[in-house]
């Protein structure tokens, strides 16, 4: 059996693990003036409210993943019940640009000096980054679906060959 993972799974995987690592280096300590000015580029993007449903939903997930692995068929009133808690656990708290800050400068800083990052969010706060923060979604959109048809036959022969190499190394049976 090959365990397929969505898109929007590997993307919420990869922002935990992002954030993960932020808290591994929130320990540093970086000037005031920078925090604030990738709390105000944070802002500009509108990243709080991006983030706050990414780390809900991957949140929820993992309650959904722990449950299922017990056994325990998930029901539409569990769904509703973890969802909001995940929701008064996590997504306030990243909701929260200043927080995010704190938690993203030593990475950020490590890459970009204040200027830069000011720089970069003049230009999200200009008319044509302002027009690509309002398409992002779209454009994203957009993208997967190209992606995603694009893989479709290569998937196909992905798993034909994958399973094929499974049962030629002993490692599966046939079906």
């Known amino acids: 059996m090959i365990v397929r993972r ?8 990869l922002v935990m693990s992002t954030t993960i690592c932020g ?7 970086i000037d005031a003036s920078y925090v604030e ?5 944070l802002k500009i993007q509108n990243a ?3 983030i ?16 299922a692995a017990q056994g325990i068929q998930i029901t539409e009133p569990m769904q509703a019940i973890i969802l909001d808690e995940a929701r008064k656990s996590f997504g306030s708290k990243f909701n929260d640009p200043d927080f995010l800050a704190e938690l993203y400068a030593p990475a950020y800083s490590s890459q970009l000096s204040e200027a830069e990052l ?4 003049a230009f999200w706060n200009s008319s044509i980054g302002q027009k690509m923060i309002s398409v992002n979604t779209a454009l994203a959109e ?24 499974l049962l030629a190394a002993g490692i599966v049976q046939q079906p």
């Open 6 to 13: 969505s898109a929007l799974t590997i993307l919420i995987s």
């Open 52 to 67: 706050e449903e990414q780390m809900t939903y991957s949140a929820t997930q993992q309650a959904f993943n722990t449950l």
């Open 142 to 165: 957009g993208t997967l679906t190209a992606l995603q048809e694009a893989s479709g036959p290569l998937l196909r022969d992905f798993e034909k060959n994958v399973d094929a190499r």
């Open 23 to 29: 808290l591994a280096i929130a320990d540093q300590k």
């Open 37 to 41: 000015a990738l709390s105000e580029f």
């Open 48 to 50: 709080g409210s991006e």
């Open 118 to 121: 000011r720089e970069v969010g």
